[in-house]
């Protein structure tokens, strides 16, 4: 069984901003996503790195969109990172799967803990990919939910 069409092994998940989270999980065992790694970078550690990690063709992406309003006007970068992924999966022929920032809130701090998708330290960025992976996960495979029962 795979998550996506493409087959990937792996989700690249990414909250993007002036800090942004990052998660990589290994989605091997479909019903046991395991976590590779995490972290928060700054834009230039992103703009470092991104080209890398949508390279990977066992790699498929999932990003969390962003809008500009009223109470955002100066805020740019979000939207800069997210036109760069999805130039960057153009290029390599890949698809983008984006969310919403009301997507995630099903992903609260229990059920993270519950399946091991948890940052220690930092500001929660790297968490928030972490719940823009579960939400990916559990949409394509709701057996997975029986884990996060808390």
Known sequence: MSFCKCKCRYLLSVDPGLMTGVCLIDLSDPD???PVW????????????????VADENTHIVI??????????????SLNLIGI????????????????????DFADNDKLRAVDFWHVGE?????????HAMVWI???????????LV
């Open 85 to 104: 992924v999805e130039y960057w999966c153009y290029h390599k022929k890949k698809n983008l799967d984006m969310q919403w920032p009301y997507q995630k």
């Open 138 to 148: 559990v949409d394509r495979n709701r057996r997975w939910t029986k884990k996060l």
């Open 38 to 53: 995490s972290a928060e970078i700054t834009i230039e550690e992103f703009y470092d790195k991104i080209e890398a990690w």
């Open 123 to 131: 500001a929660g960025h790297a968490n928030d990919a972490f719940r």
């Open 32 to 34: 046991n996503p395991v």
């Open 64 to 77: 969390e969109g962003f809008r500009i309003t009223d109470g955002t006007p100066d805020s740019p970068w």
